[in-house]
């Protein structure tokens, strides 16, 4: 005879009659309401009268998220027929609508109450281009555009532009060593040299051990030029190891390629436009020849400090447009109102979007985020039919597809400016975000589950995941992720982030990258049925944990 869970409680409350006569003990139901089980005893003889057990209800609802239900989603999902599902384009118009059609057919209600369908949260991103004709002259030579300069992200040069660029060095302020000392760049254009002082071996000179420091990063370097106010930068390599042509041939098919950007809604952009020139572009600006510019690398080099130049920098007349359309895109949204606590809201995210077709290959995405959608949508309607069976959450829940993850979180971005509901009254995000595969780390090991941030902002919620993991997962639940010196940041790289910086507490899970991340080999045939299922059954039972107990969760943490 099986031994359901009902039968097992029944059992073990038997064998403990005497001390619930003597209401010693206290039974707990699912979501935290305890109760003393009291009796009277009339005499030695009389059988001890006991309270019945109630039964855990999210473990028959869990048994809904199953391997079966998420292949069916992520099958869909995941097909050719989605086109990759890129933000904007038909396949992600189509899987936001898939996403809306489940949660209405699960009975879970549109909350959105502008635009078309109450499922869907409407938006528009800008797809952005190069425009013909980008031009570079420095006295009377011209450069051409992705063989001599291209340009990343923004451009203040829609006509031509006269431009004498400051020459900073490496870009570089720490103590000891400032490239900006004595400079206000505001408003100024930069000319910024890649890498950093380096001695034998090419070791980096600033850096305790010889290991590259922050400052070989270009990303580094602009965050700095943004702080200072400048108006673009235009990076240049004079290490003679550096193959210019060979980076501008690699890059040039992504650089012409469209890109999709969030709307400013009037705010300043988030870092400096940038733009890479060659050596001869920069050679030229600065007036000098390669000889003179090893010379003066050599004296940073020696000194470890940066050298003054004598170096007059030249104007150079600069065109080069940016081409802004706008683009549609969406959210797909399923309420479950709660019952007596039903304004604390529990958001459950996903990411539908994925990289598209690119030359000529479908990148279906099936892990990345196709399962954590198939996952989201298989809870929504486990909770949904709770609710319809008389199970329903005391706090209400808010599934959230979003779109534009892989172009920077803009779908979680215009949710956490434009909330549905109020972000004081969101309690927390579960978001889930590639749970269908095995990373290296793990091959050959029990079964696991990255978690990341669950105690950045709440210590409580990491407590509450670890019981549930207990009770009913026992998962390897692996933290790594949360070191703040971790150079992956993926605290900061998916949906839960959006919510985190507005002190939202989140907990983020993953099972790290593979071999297919990014790659149209994502496919569905290689997605591990059993541990996605499991993870999301995690998910689910801390969801229904913190929907239906009596205490909120309290912002008590601020950690990195």
Do not use: C
Not at 283 to 302: P, W
Not at 340 to 362: N, P, T
């Amino acid at each position: 005879m099986k031994q359901t869970p009902l039968l097992l409680a029944f059992l073990a409350l038997a064998s403990a009659a005497p001390a619930y006569a003597q209401g010693k003990v206290k039974v707990k139901t699912k979501g935290g309401v305890t109760a003393p089980a009291k009796t009277k005893i009339k005499d030695d003889k009389a059988a001890p009268a006991t309270q019945p057990v109630a039964e855990d209800w999210s473990v028959k609802y869990a048994d809904l998220v199953n391997a079966e239900r998420l292949r069916k989603h992520l099958g869909v999902l995941a097909s050719d027929e989605y086109e990759g599902r890129e933000t904007g384009m038909k396949g992600q118009h189509m899987a936001a609508a898939y996403v809306a059609e489940q949660f209405k057919n699960a009975g879970l209600t549109g909350p959105v109450t502008t635009g078309t369908d109450p499922y869907l949260q409407q938006f528009n991103v800008e797809q952005v281009s190069w425009a013909d004709g980008a031009s570079l002259k420095v006295g009377k030579t011209s450069y051409a555009w992705l063989t001599d300069f291209y340009g990343t992200g923004d451009s203040p040069f829609a006509t031509e532009t006269t431009v004498t660029p400051v020459f900073v060095g490496y870009g570089i302020e720490q103590p000891g060593y400032s490239d900006y000392a004595g400079l206000d760049v505001a408003g100024k254009d930069l000319l910024i040299m890649q890498g950093e002082p380096t001695g034998d071996g090419g070791k980096a000179l600033l850096s305790a051990d010889g290991s590259p420091s922050k400052w070989g990063n270009d990303r580094t370097k602009v965050q700095l030029a943004t702080q200072k106010g400048a108006r673009s930068v235009f990076f240049v390599s004079f290490n003679p190891t550096s193959n210019f042509a060979k980076q501008t041939a690699r890059l040039a098919p992504y650089i012409s390629r469209p890109s999709v950007a969030m709307m400013s809604e009037g705010q300043k952009p988030s870092r400096v436009p940038t733009f890479a020139i060659s050596p001869a572009v920069g050679l030229a600006l600065l007036g000098t020849k390669d000889a003179a510019m090893q010379t003066y690398l050599a004296k940073i080099n020696s000194t470890k400090q940066p050298v003054k130049s004598d170096f007059k920098v030249k104007p150079m007349q600069i065109k080069a447009e940016r081409k802004r359309t706008p683009l549609g895109t969406e959210n797909a949204l399923g309420f479950i109102e709660g019952t007596d606590k039903k304004e604390d809201i529990i958001v459950i995210s996903a990411h539908h979007d994925h990289l598209g077709i690119q030359d000529g290959k479908v990148f279906n995405g099936a892990d990345d985020d196709g399962s954590g959608t198939s996952a989201i949508v298989s809870m929504a309607e486990a909770f949904a039919q709770a609710k319809k069976e008389g199970h329903g959450p005391r706090r209400s829940l808010l599934f959230l597809s979003v779109t534009g993850e892989e172009k920077g979180l803009f779908g979680s971005e215009y949710y956490s400016k434009h909330p549905i509901f109020p972000l004081a009254q969101t309690e927390a995000d579960l978001n889930v975000d590639m749970i269908g595969r095995t990373d290296v780390e793990h091959e050959g090991k029990p079964d696991y589950v990255y978690v990341i941030g669950s105690d950045k902002l709440a210590s409580e919620l990491k407590v509450i995941l670890e019981a549930e993991n207990k009770q009913y997962s026992n998962l390897d639940l692996d933290y790594r992720f949360d070191d703040p010196a971790d150079p992956n940041r993926f605290y900061y790289r998916s949906d839960h982030y959006n919510f985190a910086v507005n002190k939202v507490p989140v907990a983020f899970f993953f099972n790290g990258v593979h071999a297919d991340y990014h790659k149209e080999t994502d496919e569905i045939s290689k997605i591990e049925f059993p541990k996605m299922e499991k993870r999301a059954k995690l998910v689910f039972h801390l969801a229904w944990e913190l929907a239906n107990r009596d205490g909120r969760i309290v912002v008590d943490s601020n950690k990195p």
